[in-house]
Every structure is written in C-alpha cells, then in structure tokens.
C-alpha cells in the first residue's frame, strides 16, 4: 500500500512528507522509499506558528483559523508529493504541528496524565485530499498514562535491530531522542528496548543562528560557522546540572523547555566568558552532543556497539564530529548507510503508524519506552465520506 507520511517539527522549518510503499505487518514489515519532499510554510503562518508555541495567545476563532489553515497545508503537501512523482497514495498519516506539549506528572498540571496538542486537523486533511487520514497519534499513548513520546521505537525496533549488536538510534531534530535496541537474539529482546527524549538537537543551534544573523539565517549549514569556534567545556558541564538532564526515563520535553526563554538563561551565563560568535555555536552544539552523551552514560543498561543518527542534525558535520568524540569506541552511521532515509525517517514513521492503525491494527507505541500502561494502535481515523 501506497501510504504518506507528514509531519513538521519542533524546529517548523515547514512540512517534511514521504511517500513510501509498505507491506507486510511488524517483524515482517517491508519499506519502500519512492519520495521525500520539504514544503516550506508560508512565512506569516511560521511566524504565528512559532509565537504560538512560545507562548502566545490567541482567541479561540483565531485559534481555529490557525488549526485549519496548518491542515491546509499538510493536504496541499500530501496533493503536491503525488502529483510531483505521478503516483497515488491510498493512506495518510499525519503528526500535525505540535504546539504545546506537557510530559506526565507535571508540577503545575492539574491532573497526573500529559497533554499534548497537534493542529493540523486530519478530518480537513482526509476531506481536501479525498484519502483517508490517520492523525493525532500520541493521544492514545497520553490517555494510558504514557508520555506520548518517542513514537518511533516500535518502528526502529522492526527496521533497524540487529541480530548480535547493541544498537543505538539518535533522532537530532529541533528535539534528540533515542532508543535503545539489544540484539535481537536475546530472549524477549523486545521487552528490553527503552527509549527518551535527550534534550536539545538543533533548536538552541537553530535560534541562536536566527538571532545572530537577525533572521537572515535559520541554521548554521554543516556546522561550518560552530567548526570556527571553541566550546566552553565549564559553561556545559554547567548547563548539564539542569533537572531534565537528571530525570530518569521515561521522559519526553519540547520547545516548553528548550526554547527561547532557556537559551536566553544560557547566555546570560555564558557572558563572563567572553565567547565570540562561533565559540557560542560551538559551546551550544557541544550541550546537544554531551546531553546525548550524558544520557546514554546515565541510563543506558550498556553502551552501544552502534549509533545510527537521523534528521536534521545528521546533516551537521561538526555535530556529527562532536558525537563521534563523546561516544567512542560505538561506530557512528547514519540510518541512510542501513537504507533507511534519514532526513525523511519522521515522516516514513508516522506513515507506518497510520498504515499499522488503519490496515494492520497493530500497537503503535512502546510502554517499556513511553511509560503508557500498554501498547494501543495509535491515531485518530477519518475515512473519506
């Protein structure tokens, strides 16, 4: 089955899509990349979008006008990455645009289960692009007292495991997470993948570029203007002592966290150091590969024979440097040299979500990552009237 995936992350640099062609059920589970595509928002919707996430209000018809002009999109990119490769897709599955999320067990929450919030409505989706939607995917997960995050383990443990190594799998978007996959010939290796939300991938980067160049640039392309500067080690080590990086699993966190307002702290901290431009980037670069670091030292049961990293950060080659040097001797790759896409792995996974939901019914989420009291198919479905 033809079937594509939408999603935009915490970043909102604009709607990343995949059209993949899927067979099989789980441990079966056969992946036909055809296409990957990027749509960039128009530049007044990320505008609201990213005060929105921030922080900012709206009245409630503002609020819907913002919820449906986001599925618009998405239907245009579902419309535009069919028409582009001349093929048709039966399925699709959308993440929406998260805006809002609050892990369990908040301090300030009112009740014990998480909250988290998509715009992009799947039913505006399914009716502009006459294919069946499945959206809202970590509601499920939220609901059985999960943390709606990560998402994509299940679907990590059935593509990318390995019979004999302890592997590793770093998503680097605007948010790190990981999940950890023991070798496959173990007993009941399933039961033994766990997984979290790192902290910091590319959002701290990403906005202290923007600030730099007052919006000119978006990201620091390669890492080339990071490469030019010198981490302050002290201010990391620093910034290391912050409570999520202590929190044990399961956990997730978001922009809520690590955006604007604690990258502000950072530098507020960071200015008896005297750090040019390119040492700042380099310093905040090097809290997203020692948080990584930090993390696996922490709570992993053994270090990885293997580190497979995906998405944006993937791209980065002093990111990527700056990995390699805090988790040696485990052999750093991509998930592309295992043939598995790793700019679009987001977008391939929620396809497979929507595709284990509406056709197969099989669990989507993970508890032994996410916390939830069991696995539940995940996602909202809105069939085409």
């Not at 709607?15 to 079966?28: K, Q, Y």
């Not at 960039?40 to 009245?59: E, F, N, W």
């Not at 892990?103 to 294919?131: E, V």
Request: one cysteine or more.
């Amino acid at each position: 089955m033809k079937v594509i995936g939408l999603i935009s992350g915490t970043s909102v640099d604009g709607i990343d899509a995949a059209l993949v062609d899927l067979t099989g059920s789980d441990f079966d589970l056969k992946v036909e990349f055809i296409a990957g595509a990027t749509y960039p928002y128009p530049d007044d919707l990320r505008a609201q979008i990213l005060t929105v996430a921030g922080g900012g209000v709206l009245s409630m018809p503002e609020w819907a006008a913002l919820d449906d002009a986001i599925a618009l999109q998405f239907a245009q990119a579902a419309q535009k990455i069919q028409k582009d490769h001349n093929s048709s897709a039966a399925l699709i599955g959308s993440h929406g645009q998260t805006v809002f999320h609050r892990p369990p067990q908040h301090p300030q929450a009112a009740t014990p289960l998480g909250y988290t919030l998509q715009l992009g409505r799947g039913d505006l989706i399914s009716y502009y692009t006459r294919i069946p939607t499945v959206s809202n995917f970590r509601a499920a997960d939220i609901a059985a007292t999960g943390q709606g995050a990560p998402l994509v383990s299940r679907i990590d443990a059935y593509l990318l495991s390995h019979p004999h190594q302890k592997r590793c799998i770093q998503n680097l978007g605007g948010i790190g997470n990981v999940t950890y996959l023991p070798p496959r010939e173990q007993t009941r290796w399933e039961e033994q993948i766990i997984g979290w939300d790192t902290g910091p991938g590319n959002i701290l980067i990403d906005l202290a570029v923007q600030q730099l160049t007052q919006g000119q640039q978006t990201y620091d392309a390669d890492g080339t203007w990071a490469a030019q500067g010198t981490p302050c080690l002290e201010l990391v080590q620093q910034w290391l002592q912050q409570d999520f990086f202590q929190q044990a699993p399961p956990k997730s966190t978001g922009r809520e966290l690590f955006g604007r307002d604690y990258l502000q702290q950072c530098w507020q901290t960071a200015q008896t150091y005297s750090l040019s431009d390119a040492d700042w980037l380099a310093t905040l670069a090097e809290l997203t590969a020692a948080s990584v670091a930090h993390s696996y030292q922490t709570f992993l049961p053994t270090r990885p024979d293997s580190v497979l990293i995906c998405g944006g950060g993937s791209r980065n080659s002093y990111l990527k440097q700056r990995l390699q040097a805090h988790l040696a001797p485990a052999t750093l790759l991509t998930t592309d040299e295992l043939g598995l896409n790793s700019d679009y792995k987001e977008a391939i996974a929620f396809a497979i979500l929507a595709y284990w939901r509406y056709v197969t019914q099989c669990p989507g989420n993970l508890p032994s990552v996410t916390g939830a009291s069991q696995a539940l198919p995940l996602g909202d479905m809105h069939p085409v009237y």
